[in-house]
């Protein structure tokens, strides 16, 4: 980070003086250095940064070689198409360790496969994948289609090391599992959004999207799949970042934002769901060392702090109505806060990163809690997360946390007894209905239309009853033994012709074309289903262990996102204390 942070100062000195590197007397003949030039602006540009000259000199060599490249690449794409990208390699595969950037020439309307076998071949990498602006690109489309320019930065993340070979086995059973990781949560969210709660059976697990009090929200079904959908690759993907598995987590990240882009700019503007997916996503880009060359780090913060206003408020005052209190919701912006100091100082801001890091540190020295506080708590009986939760929301004092961390609990409590109380009727009411003869099944679904009501409910069923019964006088009408008559004079058999009236809705001659095509054989149709099913369930048992499976990753407390430790972002803080005062030391 420190050599981005001079080369951005660097980079701005150049535009403010208007210094051309690439042009004499710097560059000479778009290509020789001029090392007697570049040593004098190395010596002046020094003492403007307080940095010595060595390390300025050798960013000035690099912005140097940057912009020769760039400027030949530009003339190359201009008389052949073919483009040039900057690759941001994982670290172990660069040719120049001491260089992070490496050129590769394409033309843009080419498959991303064949870029990625190119990669492959030139760096001795394999199972790769690029990014571009924190989207994978799909290795079947062309880089035109998806964005990719002239010059663009492309990330490339190593899905297995083809170096090590004994591990090669286990590297691509590790990249089948993460293929198969998407898949299966895909599918087992996908078929718990397509459940809507009219299943009959208790057995039958459906998510319900509600708001904070726990009232279901209304939301048209194509959003709410797809809200089921970016929650549920969301949760994954949290579950793998507590494994500090942030490669495969960042997989799943993006998918969720995928999904999130489904929903409606009003639903996302009122849940910060979305907010917290950025800050997620940025933060693996930390982790992975990648901020570099990801220009999105920035709009998703962006992105992140404007939900952040729209649902708690300009003053918290939205998220304080509802909760009461907004302690626990300062570690997300503490790691916003910290996020954008480390763009700035990486773009070379180094006033900026250190406006936000103060705010961080003022964030941090409120939410580090009193480890004696906290044991206190616990041997109350309450967990760590409780404790860790009541002591932020009341701001460290210890009475007010034990009262609110019991209120929580009976809050929770008494919202677990509405939904036992409401699940109850449900099955009373079903049971009320199918005591008049109808399945359980159909029961289920005609409550869930009537929203609970049982008499509405009842006429749901009535009419659907009187429908089906309409149904079924038509198609005896359309099979009256004087057709059947007809068919069998011309040799059919009763069974085939008497299905083969009821497709054709009774016409005799199109019965007997079809029975010619078919060779005479046809089978009958099936009968109306039976008042009683075998099973209220539609789900295979391979749907409901996918079901069960991707269950596992949803955390069972309401506020798991809000319980941070503080650790990462502590080391953090003290790794960017050390970057800004690199500078700042030498003007004491």
């Known amino acids: 980070m420190a050599e981005q942070n001079t080369e951005a100062k660097l980079k701005n000195l150049l535009k403010q003086e ?3 590197l690439w042009n004499p007397p710097y560059t000479i003949d778009d290509e020789k250095l001029e090392p007697q030039h570049i040593q004098e602006l190395a010596e002046r540009f020094a003492a403007l940064l307080f ?3 060595s390390e300025v000199g050798g960013a000035l060599e690099s912005i140097r070689v940057q912009t020769v490249t760039r400027s030949k690449g530009n003339q190359t794409y ?11 390699l994982p670290r172990d595969s660069r040719k120049d360790p001491k260089s992070k950037k490496n050129y590769l020439e394409t033309r843009l309307d080419v498959c991303v496969q064949e870029v990625v076998d190119r990669i492959g071949q030139e760096f001795g990498l394999r199972y790769i994948k690029l990014i571009l602006n924190g989207k994978t690109l799909s290795p079947h489309e062309r880089l035109d289609e998806q964005g990719v320019k002239n010059h663009s930065k492309v990330m490339v993340l190593k899905v297995s090391d083809a170096e090590l070979k004994q591990l090669m086995s286990e590297e691509e059973q590790r990249k089948k599992q993460q293929s198969e990781s998407l898949q299966r949560t895909q599918k087992g969210f996908q078929i718990l959004s397509e459940r809507d709660g009219s299943e009959d059976s208790s057995n039958v697990p459906f998510l319900e999207i509600a708001d904070q009090k726990g009232n279901p929200l209304k939301i048209p079904p194509k959003e709410r799949k797809a809200l089921i959908l970016a929650m549920g690759f969301h ?37 910060d769901n979305f907010a917290v997916l950025q800050l997620d996503i940025v933060w693996c880009y930390r982790a992975l060392e990648a901020l570099s060359c990801l220009d999105d780090g920035k709009t998703r913060l962006q992105r992140a702090e404007d939900c952040f206003l729209q649902c708690y408020g300009e003053r918290r005052e ?23 100091s480390l763009l700035s100082y990486i773009e070379g801001n180094d006033i900026q990163a250190r406006h936000q890091l103060t705010k961080v540190e003022s964030l941090f020295s409120h939410l580090c809690l009193d480890s004696e506080k906290m044991a206190q708590l616990m041997a109350l009986g309450f967990s760590e997360r409780e404790a860790r939760l ?57 409550l869930h239309r009537a929203d609970g009501d049982v008499n509405r409910a009842c006429e749901i069923l009535q009419d659907a009853s009187q429908a089906a019964q309409a149904t079924n006088d038509h198609r005896e009408g359309a099979v009256s033994p004087e057709k059947v008559e007809q068919l069998l004079y011309l040799g059919f058999e009763k069974d085939a012709s008497e299905a083969a009236l009821t497709l054709t809705d009774g016409d005799v001659q199109s019965a007997a074309q079809f029975l010619l095509d ?30 069960s499976e991707v269950l596992e990753d949803l955390s069972r407390h309401e506020e798991d996102y809000l319980d941070l430790t503080l650790e990462e972002e502590s080391e953090l803080i003290d790794t960017m204390k050390t970057f800004l005062n690199r500078g700042s030391a030498h003007t004491v």
């Open 318 to 340: 939205r998220l304080l109505m509802i909760k009461g209190n907004t302690g626990r919701e300062e570690v997300l912006f503490l790691r916003l806060y910290l996020l954008q």
């Open 235 to 271: 949760e994954k993907g949290r579950s793998l970042m507590k494994r500090k598995q942030y490669d495969d987590a960042l997989c799943h990240l993006l998918q969720a934002d995928q999904q999130f882009s489904v929903c409606g700019s009003a639903l996302l503007s009122s849940v």
């Open 51 to 53: 940095l010595p000259v």
């Open 390 to 446: 009541g002591l932020r929301a009341c701001q460290g004092d210890l009475q007010e946390a034990a009262i609110h961390i019991s209120n929580r609990r009976q809050e929770r409590e008494e919202l677990k007894q509405r939904e036992r109380q409401k699940r109850s009727r449900r099955m009373e009411d079903i049971s009320v209905l199918a005591e008049l003869g109808y399945s359980r099944r159909d029961a289920a679904q005609a």
């Open 518 to 547: 078919n060779q005479g054989v046809l089978s009958p149709p099936s009968s109306s289903p039976s008042t009683e099913e075998p099973s209220t369930s539609s789900s295979t048992t391979e749907d409901e262990e996918l079901v």
């Open 18 to 20: 208007k210094i051309q």
């Open 78 to 88: 201009r008389e052949t198409n073919v483009a040039t990208l900057e690759l941001l």
